[in-house]
């Protein structure tokens, strides 16, 4: 018997090998068109059925968003990449399904939602590409993936924002739930800055910081009395505008000019924002 389970175990490899040469062979841009096919079906499958079904999707969006963008990378994945590589693909599609179902499900609402979601993915699974090859390689490529990464990330937030605000949970608990998302997605921003094979306490540090500052931030906007949409849209523009700022005195350009753009999307938001609690 274990000379049986030895000999299958043997052949699995040998046919896992061949498959995995015969991958290497194919065009990374075919295999991310074919990894967003399958995940686009995947997410257009989940619209027919009812969110009671969140748990079963969420679990399958997690092993198949990992599964496919190794799917699409393959080589030269190394240490923290197991992680930050794969983190917006997974993180895009679960948002993305939350979101959706705040909208009335029909096909007017899921052609354009499954389309864009297409392009999104496939664009996320480029940069996770481009941050695997290495951004000291060609700096404009670099930096263009960083800027798309980093509006990604300003949509997710605003996209689990609306979710977790429509949930109607208490100010502590909107606080706790910021505080992680902030800390975990800044962790990844801040990551892609130098992109390094561990995670500088330093990058922790300003993670924490950050954290912290939308945590308590969400807690004390939780007491106003703004839509939820209006509410996200703040939280997200604070986000944006500190992570943003904080990218800048990491990377070392800390200049007015672009230190005036960021604070000026946040005065802008925030003034928007607080004419909409007064009654007319």
């Known amino acids: 018997m274990f000379i049986k389970f030895l000999l299958i175990l043997t052949f699995m490899n040998r046919v896992g090998a061949l498959i995995y040469k015969r991958l290497l062979k194919t065009e990374k841009k075919i295999r991310m068109v074919i990894s ?10 989940s619209t027919f059925f009812f969110f009671d079904k969140i748990y079963y999707f969420l679990f399958i969006f997690i092993i198949f968003g990992y599964f496919f963008t190794y799917f699409s990378i393959l080589v030269d994945i190394e240490r923290i990449e197991w992680l930050m590589l ?3 693909p997974v993180v895009f599609t679960i948002a993305w399904y939350l979101f959706f179902f705040l909208f009335p499900v029909r096909w007017l609402t899921r052609l354009p939602f499954i389309i864009l979601y297409g392009v999104s993915i496939y664009a996320l699974l480029r940069v996770s590409n481009i941050f695997n090859v290495g951004g000291e390689k060609n700096l404009q490529l670099y930096r263009a993936a960083f800027s798309v990464n980093y509006f990604f990330q300003t949509v997710i937030v605003f996209f689990l924002a609306n979710f977790v605000l429509s949930q109607k949970f208490g100010p502590t608990t909107n606080g706790l739930v910021f505080f992680a998302v902030s800390f975990i997605f800044s962790l990844n921003i801040f990551w892609s800055i130098r992109l390094r094979l561990n995670i500088d306490r330093e990058i922790v540090k300003y993670s924490l910081m950050m954290g912290l500052i939308i945590g308590e931030g969400a807690v004390a906007l939780s007491f106003f009395s703004f839509e939820t949409a209006v ?6 523009a604070c986000y944006y505008s500190l992570v943003g700022l904080s990218y800048l005195y990491i990377d070392e350009r800390f200049f007015k000019e672009t230190i005036r753009e960021y604070l000026i999307v946040l005065v802008v938001v925030s003034a928007i924002s607080a004419l909409t609690l007064i009654r007319w």
């Open 36 to 45: 967003t096919l399958v995940m686009g079906g995947l997410v257009l499958l």
């Open 86 to 88: 794969f983190f917006m």
């Open 231 to 236: 509410l996200a849209l703040l939280i997200t």
